[in-house]
């Protein structure tokens, strides 16, 4: 049975991937310094799957601390690498945060790849990475463009030093998959994402709106050049999100790769407004949603969704769920983590 370490394992996707593994037979590590997940999230997994995954809290940024973890787990067969901060507004407060955790928790896994000999690593970027991009929908070969934010910038420096670590490591491989807009939760409603503080992304706030949280859900600008005004992106439901890293783990220790560095794209390839998001919500989950339209967000960028050919065909991984189905699953969530927790 293949040993999967997956750092930030107890954070929103980290923690439907551990699903998505245990349910595929294969064991599992966490690592996570709860910085921004809670350890109760492993009960979640247990519960889901009748599996308990390993739990080792470890903050990355302590090379010694992560070198124990293998150490401690010899059998290691491939990494899977979510943790990091992503709040874009945050990273432009604190940019040496986002550079030091970011950047140095990457480097201390290649560091300890070479040392253990660790073949496999799958790396979470995000379709940040091609800013506003020229055509769409985006490919992967579409051009890096300049990072909005130090947080995007560390995801187009992660990946820089992937590429040239893996010139310099023969017989590894690295696949990173970009993210395009994760949203949702597992239908269970046992696990799912927790943003502390008011929510910047869009899915938790109309939930949050709908639950009586929030008064009103701003709607950042209807003078984009879309059908109706609203910006537009790719929604992807996290549980397919997840299965895809399953795909790559076995696409990795199957040596089915094309070359030591692979990048995939993760979308629907279905581009959605901010306004459809609404109606869906609306029509889906039967709540009435208090929105208003408000100023652009700034640094906001008007539409980006993936071309998802060559993860479909290359990768064999394509997104299955629609969006109403999603936005049920984060509602559900939404009311499951009101109820436990008594929040108002
Ligand atoms: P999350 O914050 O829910 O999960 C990240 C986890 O990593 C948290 O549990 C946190 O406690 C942990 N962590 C952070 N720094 C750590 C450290 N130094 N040592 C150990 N653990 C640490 O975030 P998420 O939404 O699940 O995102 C996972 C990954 O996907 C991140 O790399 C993120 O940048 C990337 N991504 C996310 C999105 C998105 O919209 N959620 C989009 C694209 C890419
Ligand atoms: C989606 C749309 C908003 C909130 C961010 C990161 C990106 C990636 C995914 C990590 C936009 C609009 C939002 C609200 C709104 N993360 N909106 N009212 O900005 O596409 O991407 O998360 O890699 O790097 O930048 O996601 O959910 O914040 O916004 O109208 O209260 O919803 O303007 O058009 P975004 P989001």
């Known amino acids: 049975m293949a040993k999967i370490l997956v750092t ?33 999230v492993v009960n979640g997994i247990t519960s889901i799957t009748g599996k308990e995954p390993h739990f080792e809290e470890v903050d990355l940024r302590e090379r010694n601390a992560t070198y124990g973890v293998f150490e401690k ?54 379709c ?20 909005g934010s130090p947080y995007g910038n560390t995801k187009q420096i992660c990946e820089d030093i992937l590429q040239d670590t893996m010139r310099s490591i023969k017989g590894k491989g690295v ?13 269970s409603a046992k696990i799912g994402e927790l943003p502390l503080g008011v929510p910047n ?3 938790p706030f109309i939930t949050q709106t709908a639950a009586g949280i929030r008064e009103c859900l701003s709607v950042f600008g209807d003078d984009y050049n879309t059908p109706d005004g609203s910006a537009i992106r790719d929604y992807i439901n996290v549980v397919d999100l997840a299965k895809a890293h399953v795909t790559a783990i076995r696409r990795l220790l199957n040596q089915k790769q094309k070359s030591n560095f692979e990048v995939f794209n993760l979308g629907t390839g ?16 039967g709540q009435k949603l208090n929105y208003k339209v408000v100023e652009r967000r700034e640094g906001d960028i008007e539409k980006v969704y993936a071309d998802t050919a060559y993860a479909n065909s290359e990768l064999g ?10 936005l049920q699953s984060a509602w559900k969530w939404e009311m499951n983590i009101r109820s436990k927790n008594n929040r108002t």
Do not use: C, Q
């Open 8 to 40: 930030g394992g107890t954070g929103y996707i980290g923690s439907h991937t551990v699903v998505e593994l245990l349910e595929d037979g294969m064991e599992v590590v966490i690592v996570d310094n709860l910085s921004n997940s809670e350890r109760e």
């Open 270 to 285: 279905r581009g959605l407004s901010v306004l459809e998001i609404i109606h869906a919500f609306e029509k889906s989950t």
């Open 175 to 187: 696949i990173s998959l970009r993210y395009f807009n994760p949203i949702g939760a597992h239908p």
């Open 73 to 126: 787990h010899p059998d290691i067969s491939a990494i899977i690498h979510f943790a990091a901060f992503k709040a874009v507004g945050e990273s432009v407060e604190k940019p040496l945060e986002y550079y030091e955790n970011n950047l140095l928790s990457l480097i201390h896994l290649l560091e300890a790849m070479k040392k253990f000999s660790v073949n496999h690593l799958v790396f979470s970027s995000s």
């Open 201 to 203: 992304n869009l899915v």
């Open 317 to 326: 991984w394509r997104a299955e769920k629609g969006i109403e189905e999603t």
């Open 128 to 147: 940040t990475v091609y800013g506003e991009p020229d055509e769409l929908p985006v490919t992967e070969k579409a051009p890096i463009k300049n990072a």
